[in-house]
């Protein structure tokens, strides 16, 4: 039987392991993927040669095979979309890029530190990121204006109540800013409970090796936004309310 060779990440090993367990992977060796074991990927049988490990955790869910065995996969003949070439110490990777790039002219050069922000694909999933924020961000807004204007209006007596015993604009105006960023707080903590949650629920189908990180600040961020849009969206309602007439406002039905 004829081998191909594979280094497995140590995140992909582990996975190996538990599909071993699970029956969903055929692997002849007895009990987890280590190096000198065979698996079988793509209809062919790979010989595991090495275990892996990178700081980053995409990488620690895939793993190292021959060029030609993806180019035959994909069906690209040739083709290769990426390659990296390390250096020896002390050598110029200026003059590394200028030599590739005038004789290889349609490849591109660029140092490891640059390659985030050349890579466009990376770009669009940052500034789609930022455009589903900003669409969140307003659809809360305008929850919270929606739900305080509907609060002000089938309160009307109440506060016209409130005004007629001696609260002043501004004690009106308070109460109803402070009701705004109650629910938002409320929504704040619901919404940061439900997000961690649904992110480890969709961990689990994403690939061995990746992980959630959650830190104070993002916690302090979402909650922050949360306060902001509460205070902004009754900001309006407030005002229509300490604007109300004592008078009319006993008369409204």
Same mark, same amino acid.
């Given at each position: 039987?004829?081998?191909?060779?594979?280094?497995?990440?140590?995140?992909?090993?582990?996975?190996?392991?538990?599909?071993?367990?699970?029956?969903?992977?055929?692997?002849?060796? $007895?009990?987890?993927?280590?190096?000198?074991?065979?698996?079988?990927?793509?209809?062919?049988?790979?010989?595991?040669? %090495?275990?892996?490990?990178?700081?980053?955790?995409?990488?620690?869910?895939?793993?190292?095979?021959?060029?030609?065995?993806?180019?035959?996969?994909?069906?690209?003949?040739?083709?290769?979309?990426?390659?990296?070439?390390?250096?020896?110490?002390?050598?110029?990777?200026?003059?590394?890029?200028?030599?590739?790039?005038?004789?290889?002219?349609?490849?591109?050069?660029?140092?490891?530190?640059?390659?985030?922000?050349?890579?466009?694909?990376?770009?669009?999933?940052?500034?789609?990121?930022?455009?589903?924020?900003?669409?969140?961000?307003?659809?809360?807004?305008?929850?919270?204006?929606?739900?305080?204007?509907?609060?002000?209006?089938?309160?009307?007596?109440?506060?016209?109540?409130?005004?007629?015993?001696?609260?002043?604009?501004?004690?009106?105006?308070?109460?109803?800013?402070?009701?705004?960023?109650?629910?938002?707080?409320?929504? %704040?903590?619901?919404?940061?409970?439900?997000?961690?949650?649904?992110?480890?629920?969709?961990?689990?189908?994403? $690939?061995?090796?990746?992980?959630?990180?959650?830190?104070?600040?993002?916690?302090?961020?979402?909650?922050?936004?949360?306060?902001?849009?509460?205070?902004?969206?009754?900001?309006? $309602?407030?005002?229509?309310?300490?604007?109300?007439? $004592?008078?009319?406002?006993?008369?409204?039905?």
């Amino acid at each position: 039987m004829q081998f191909d060779f594979v280094m497995c990440a140590r995140g992909l090993a582990a996975l190996l392991a538990l599909l071993l367990l699970a029956g969903s992977v055929e692997i002849y060796a $007895p009990t987890h993927a280590v190096a000198g074991e065979e698996v079988e990927v793509f209809n062919q049988v790979f010989k595991v040669v %090495g275990i892996y490990e990178s700081g980053i955790q995409l990488e620690n869910a895939g793993a190292i095979v021959a060029n030609s065995v993806v180019q035959a996969e994909l069906n690209i003949g040739e083709s290769i979309a990426m390659g990296f070439v390390f250096l020896r110490p002390g050598a110029d990777g200026g003059k590394v890029k200028v030599a590739v790039e005038s004789k290889y002219g349609h490849l591109q050069a660029i140092r490891t530190e640059e390659f985030t922000t050349y890579y466009d694909q990376l770009q669009y999933i940052d500034w789609f990121v930022w455009i589903v924020s900003l669409i969140s961000v307003a659809v809360g807004g305008l929850g919270v204006l929606n739900t305080m204007l509907m609060t002000v209006s089938e309160r009307t007596r109440e506060i016209g109540t409130l005004r007629a015993v001696g609260w002043s604009r501004g004690r009106v105006m308070r109460l109803i800013l402070a009701e705004g960023v109650l629910i938002s707080s409320v929504g %704040g903590v619901v919404g940061l409970l439900g997000g961690s949650l649904g992110a480890e629920v969709l961990i689990h189908w994403a $690939p061995q090796g990746l992980q959630t990180q959650y830190t104070p600040l993002l916690f302090v961020e979402g909650f922050g936004v949360a306060i902001l849009l509460g205070l902004l969206g009754a900001l309006y $309602p407030a005002w229509q309310a300490s604007r109300l007439s $004592p008078i009319e406002a006993l008369k409204y039905e």
